[in-house]
């Protein structure tokens, strides 16, 4: 995910879906009761990608 708009804007768009399987292009196969656990963690995220980048850039000015 480029950043954490993305993933509020992901999770929003998943959420009240009945999901079984997340089978993402690249990485392993997320299933069963792995698939909350990783949208639970996915949520807990503060930053990530461009927000990490755009941090480390302001504090090395």
């Known amino acids: ?3 954490k708009k993305a993933i509020e804007l992901w999770l929003k768009h998943i959420q009240g ?4 399987i997340i089978a ?3 990485g392993a196969v997320i299933e069963g009761n792995n698939v909350r656990k990783f949208i639970d963690w996915i949520k807990s ?3 990530i ?3 990490l ?3 480390e ?3 090395n000015t």
């Open 1 to 3: 995910m480029a950043n």
């Open 45 to 47: 995220l503060d930053k």
């Open 49 to 51: 990608g461009i927000d």
């Open 17 to 20: 879906l009945d999901i079984r």
């Open 57 to 59: 850039l302001n504090t």
């Open 53 to 55: 980048l755009e941090e």
């Open 24 to 26: 993402p292009q690249h």
